[in-house]
């Protein structure tokens, strides 16, 4: 079983930087990738960044290509999504997520939430 913890969000100014973090735990922790996704309200649940744990290879949606930058430290069992020239756009509530190598399952955080005034 794998939990994970989202920090880092909060209120910032349009062209502001933020700086999520999720933390994973659990008794094994083998994840294939990580990941995050968003949701505004009324929205649909968008997919933003991911990253594969051993390999560390990036995806991007394009929305944010550019402007975030999705990163881990394996040791730390840590991800990091670096956010930068937020837009009002990307106001929404942000998960993060971990498949597993083993199942296939995803783990979901419970959201950190992420405002951006114009």
């Known amino acids: 079983q794998v939990q994970l913890v989202e920090s880092g969000g909060g209120l910032v100014q349009a062209g502001g930087s933020l700086r999520l973090s999720c933390a994973a735990s659990g008794r094994t922790f083998t994840p294939h990738s990580m990941g995050w996704f968003r949701q505004a309200p009324g929205k649909d649940r968008e997919s933003v960044a991911h990253?594969?744990?051993?390999?560390?290879?990036?995806s991007y949606a394009d929305s944010v290509k550019g402007r975030f930058t999705i990163s881990r430290d394996n040791a730390k069992k840590m991800v990091y999504l670096q956010m930068n020239s937020l837009k009002p756009e990307d106001t929404a509530a942000y998960y993060c997520?971990?498949?597993?190598?083993?199942?296939?399952?995803?783990?979901w955080g419970q959201g950190t939430q992420v405002t951006v005034s114009s």
């Open positions: 997520t971990s498949v597993s190598s083993l199942t296939s399952r995803t783990y």
């Open positions: 990253i594969t744990w051993n390999n560390g290879a990036t």
